[in-house]
């Protein structure tokens, strides 16, 4: 059975890695998503429990993670999400209820957010991020 979950969890990485760097975005390479729980279907595959997304630039952590498959769309709640960005030598550190990936370029944080660097912190109730050219804007 170990084997049978390692081996799922391996195809859905390699599935959701192909997806999400389709368009080349550094932001997406060598995605790894950790669980306690995966399930798929032909829309969506559901990541529960003790959510870990990592790749070479980001660190996110929630309690549960939705791909879509059609969408190409990865969304991640907790109570809350926390996430980190590193930049060079700097490290963005944020939460939300919620973060969306819906496209290549922006990361959407919803819903109590809190995004801090270099001793700034930034509160709001949606704060995007625009990933190529570093941006914020509150919502």
Known sequence: MYKKIKF????????????????????????????????ASRT?????????????EMNIEGNQATFLTEESALIIL??????????????????????????????NLIGDVSIESENRTINGDQIKINLNEKLLSKQ
């Open 78 to 107: 907790g109570t809350p999400t926390n996430i980190k960005i590193f930049e060079n030598d700097k490290v963005f550190t944020g939460s939300a209820n919620k973060i969306e990936f819906t496209d290549s370029e922006n990361l």
């Open 44 to 56: 969506k595959i559901l990541f529960k429990g003790n959510v870990r997304i990592t790749s070479n």
């Open 8 to 39: 799922l969890n391996a195809l859905l990485i390699i599935f959701l890695s192909a997806n999400l760097i389709a368009d080349e975005n550094y932001f997406y390479d060598n995605i790894v998503i950790n669980s306690d729980v995966v399930e």
